[in-house]
């Protein structure tokens, strides 16, 4: 069974580092792409960036490049998504999905939550 | 890049059936677009893909033949049948360019919640 377990929730202040995790199992890791959604308190999904892990060839919406690091360790089956400085408004849920032609596989999402 | 629009919101009564429609903006018609449902709480999960000419490849593991999918010039369309409470969900729609090493970017419409009245 495919799965893409996501590390848990975190309360940051701004100004704070944070990286956050998403383990897949079940399936060859590097034969797929990660991607990385943003889903802020009552709205729709934002694609942020995605990553295959085999080379680690990333891309990133415009509207996240530079705002946020994706990478990948696929000697353990992880992808990350960091960032070195929190503002509040990066107070959202974060899902990870496996990508072939479509998002088939989610995680059950990280909460982020940024608050001085 | 193409934008998705979807409206805000649907409603449909118990056992009836509803149509979301996902519109591609001018000069994408021939992109494929994903349903994803998101039940309340819960993240998303892939429902089916949709070109011009329908369905692409299999439905979502457990999606239920009462979805179906069409596709029309720029719209994008996801039909429920039969309307049961567990449809109660927000629906997205999304669209990519690319794959392997072409691939561009993802794009998602702002999403449709539908109420089971």
């Known amino acids: 069974e495919v799965q893409l377990v996501q590390s848990g929730a975190e309360v940051k202040k701004p100004g704070e580092s944070l990286k956050i995790s998403c383990q897949g199992s079940?399936?060859?890791?590097?034969?797929?792409?990660i991607g990385w959604v943003r889903q802020m308190p009552g709205k729709g999904l934002e694609w942020m960036g995605i990553?295959?892990?085999?080379?680690?060839?990333?891309r990133y919406s415009p509207s996240f490049q530079g705002q946020v690091t994706i990478s990948a360790d696929k000697s353990i089956n992880i992808a990350y998504l960091q960032w070195s400085s929190l503002k509040a408004s990066d107070t959202a849920m974060y899902y990870c999905?496996?990508?072939?032609?479509?998002?088939?596989?989610w995680g059950q999402g990280t909460q982020v939550t940024v608050s001085s | 890049q193409p934008v998705l629009t979807q409206p805000p919101s649907a409603s449909a009564s118990l056992g009836a059936s509803v149509t979301l429609t996902c519109t591609l903006s001018?000069?994408?018609?021939?992109?494929?677009v994903d349903w994803y449902q998101q039940r309340p709480g819960k993240g998303p999960r892939f429902v089916m893909q949709v070109g011009s000419g329908g369905i692409v490849g299999s439905k979502g593991e457990g999606i239920p033949d009462r979805f179906s999918v069409l596709g029309s010039g720029l719209n994008r369309y996801l039909t429920i049948k039969n309307i049961q409470e567990e449809d109660e969900s927000d629906y997205h729609c999304?669209?990519?360019?690319?794959?392997?090493?072409?691939?561009?970017?993802?794009?998602f419409g702002g999403g449709t919640k539908l109420t089971v009245l």
């Open positions: 079940g399936y060859i890791f590097t034969d797929y792409w």
């Open positions: 999905a496996r990508r072939g032609l479509y998002f088939d596989s």
């Open positions: 990553i295959y892990p085999d080379d680690s060839d990333t």
């Open positions: 001018s000069g994408y018609s021939k992109y494929k």
């Open positions: 999304g669209a990519d360019h690319g794959s392997g090493s072409n691939f561009a970017y993802v794009v």
